[in-house]
């Protein structure tokens, strides 16, 4: 199954700013997935992120708060912009894999906004 | 609306005996199932996936699939403290490989 190396692994940022989320693949994937999990709940689907087109967000996300970029195959980026404490939460990417290997996901970014 | 299923615990186990897990699912035309567990603090890792109906053994790990009834279990034999975490369920939409995902279930190994 892939290997996914993301970045950074926790931050503290102050409201109004932005962070810049990094996710690397060891291997070509055509989608990537982000995710926001709250504190003792499940995933959020956030976006699907697919080479060479737009992100395609869900009910409740928006571009212009959560940009992502999807330069190769092997690599995104998930910003969260413009950050109030609301935005705590860890942030997740995820590439399906082949067959039973299911979907693999990076070692996730726990924000704070201060 | 397509939807996963879980109790969401906690579901306390004394060591050495067998924690059962559940899920049901909404869409009758699934074909996999997947089960993640997540311990505090740490991103999901797959320990099971399951196509078939039937039983599914990997180890202390047996993922059972019903179709017909759309649930899909997962048993842990011999429970260890280290099988203390939170086990989520989670299915694919096919149309979009997107996977729904259920509450999840906190599991609570008690020696």
Known sequence: SAVISQKPSRDICQRGTSLTIQCQVDSQVTMMFWYRQQPGQSLTLIAT?????????ESGFVIDKFPISRPNLTFSTLTVSNMSPEDSSIYLC????????GYTFGSGTRLTVV | QKEVEQNSGPLSVPEGAIASLNCTYSDRGSQSFFWYRQY?????????SIY????????RFTAQLNKASQYVSLLIRDSQPSDSATYLCAVPMD??????WGAGTKLIIKP
């Not at chain 1, 992120?49 to 967000?57: C, I, L, R, V």
């Open chain 2, 95 to 100: 149309s979009n490989y997107q996977l729904i």
């Open chain 1, 94 to 101: 995820s590439v399906r894999g082949q067959g039973p290997y």
């Open chain 2, 40 to 48: 505090s603090g740490k991103s999901p890792e797959l320990i099971m």
């Open chain 2, 52 to 59: 078939s109906n039937g039983d599914k053994e990997d180890g």
């Open chain 1, 49 to 57: 992120a697919n080479q060479g087109s737009e992100a395609t967000y």
